[in-house]
């Protein structure tokens, strides 16, 4: 336990207004001084702008200091924000990039040209802006959001690509006025704050329309594309569906043990792009691809330099250039060893299909989840024949193993329980065999949990 922890101890929190001087103190000191969705759920869970313009005001506005692409979906929005800024970065310009949540360090949710947030930044501007926040008294989403900002102005980012972390419209992240908004995939997600149907969801991922700014959806869905006509078209902003424009092929897949797919994309019938190689592997980053394109094709269109080789660069190399982590990534072979962030019913459906056409024996499933998801349909997308390693990520929002446990037998999973992420990463390796498959997921806070990720 921290010493900020020992300060606030159990009782009602007051508003620190002296900050602690270490890096890890400063975040044992946000961590339980702010309310964060991440961990707790509804209860850290603050909409409006509110408190993200107060707080901006107080900075001096240092949203309005540096361009940027807004990314909000359900599904891909942080693979395409990934991809955008190792594109950006390829062709020459400093580029700022937010996501969220983190998967090991707090300081990889902010990064220039790939390098995390200084620690010693953060440490810095919570010491400079503490003590004038104690009458706004920000979430924890709202104090990053804030801090991403005042760090992009201050390093003179050349574009900066932001993610919505929640929704849209209420999102902290929507204060920005971007060159370009970029919307992925719609699905059933936090449905007791977004709404409860792929419309509602829709709606709120929309709020990041802008008056003027041109918007680009990655994926034509039939039963949400009229809201975003209607909001496009009530904003005066040009709308583009880009899997209209753009058709990506595979040409050649990864192999089991690969992690580079090779495409084929052409542009309204005529080739654009062959032998493209993307380095990411899962068969949904198709998807997002489109979508990526055609917010590169709309920045050159604003001035923006960015040859074809960037390009090919750019999506060869986004691990390397941003040190993207997550999303199937190969942790080891022999036995095969996977791990996705995939996270929701859309996000498991993906992973459920590439699954089935991986060579293997036996399917060992490391399984965790957290409680605020539609468990049942997402087990139910599950397949039976795997042997299941149920755990439990060590976040309070976190379903309990055994309640899981019980939950996936009565829909035809078995398995044991082991509480702890890495024991059950551990039994599941230990019980494979060469020829088999051991996949580690079903929340964000598992993979996050894989020692060697």
């Known amino acids: 336990m921290g010493i900020w922890q020992q300060l606030i101890g159990n009782g009602p929190r007051q508003f620190l207004t002296h900050p602690p001087m270490t890096y890890r103190e400063t975040l044992d000191f946000l961590y339980n001084q702010l309310p964060m969705f991440q961990r707790v759920g509804e209860a850290g869970y603050k909409p409006g702008l509110g408190n993200t313009e ?3 005001e107080l900075t001096g506005h240092p949203e309005r200091r540096f361009r940027s692409v807004h990314v909000a979906g359900t599904n891909g929005k942080g693979s395409s924000s990934n991809l955008l800024a190792a594109v950006l970065q390829a062709a020459g310009y400093k580029v700022g990039l937010y996501t969220s949540p983190h998967l090991r360090e707090f300081t990889e949710r902010i990064k220039v040209n790939g390098q995390d947030l200084a620690p010693e930044y953060l440490v810095e501007w919570v010491a400079r802006w503490w003590p004038q926040f104690e009458k706004v008294q920000p979430s924890f989403f709202e104090m990053c959001v804030a801090l991403c900002f005042s760090y992009f102005a201050e390093q003179q980012v050349d574009i900066a690509i932001v993610e919505v972390g929640l929704g849209g419209r209420l999102d ?4 920005i006025q971007p060159l370009v908004s970029l919307i992925t995939n719609i699905s059933l997600d936090h449905q007791n704050l977004l709404g409860d149907t792929l419309p509602k969801i829709a709606g709120e991922k929309a709020g990041i329309i802008k008056s003027g700014v ?3 959806i990655s994926q034509t869905q039939l039963e949400v594309q009229p809201v975003f006509v209607e909001k496009a078209a009530t904003e005066g902003a040009t709308l583009l569906f880009a899997d209209q424009a753009y058709q990506v092929a595979l040409t050649r897949p990864a192999a089991p043990d690969e992690d580079v797919q090779h495409l084929r ?8 792009l062959d032998n493209l190689e993307l380095a990411l592997a899962g068969d949904y980053q198709r998807l997002n691809l489109p979508g990526v394109l055609a917010v590169l094709e709309e920045l050159r269109q604003q001035g923006f330099v960015i040859p074809e080789a960037a390009v090919r660069t750019g999506l060869r190399e986004v691990r390397r250039l941003t040190g993207f982590r997550g999303r199937w ?3 080891g072979r022999r036995p095969l060893v996977v791990c996705d962030t995939g ?10 299909e590439q699954l089935a056409r991986l060579p293997y024996n036996r399917l060992h499933f490391v399984l965790g989840v957290v409680n605020d998801k539609d468990v049942t349909k997402m087990l139910g997308l599950l397949p039976r024949e795997a042997t299941y390693y149920f755990c439990q990520a060590s976040i309070p929002r976190a379903l309990p193993a055994t ?6 037998a009565g829909l035809g999973l078995l398995g044991q329980v082991y509480g702890p992420v890495v024991a059950a990463v551990a039994a599941a390796r230990a019980a494979a065999a060469a020829d088999d498959v051991v996949f580690i997921g079903g929340s964000t806070f598992v993979v996050a949990e894989i020692e060697e990720l």
């Open 265 to 272: 994309v052409t542009h309204n019938g005529e080739l654009y």
């Open 403 to 408: 309640e899981l446990a019980e939950r996936a």
């Open 329 to 331: 990534t190969i942790l």
């Open 54 to 56: 107060a707080v901006a």
């Open 343 to 352: 996270h929701n019913e859309a996000g498991l459906r993906f992973v459920t």
């Open 172 to 175: 902290s992240t929507n204060i």
């Open 214 to 216: 041109p918007a680009i």
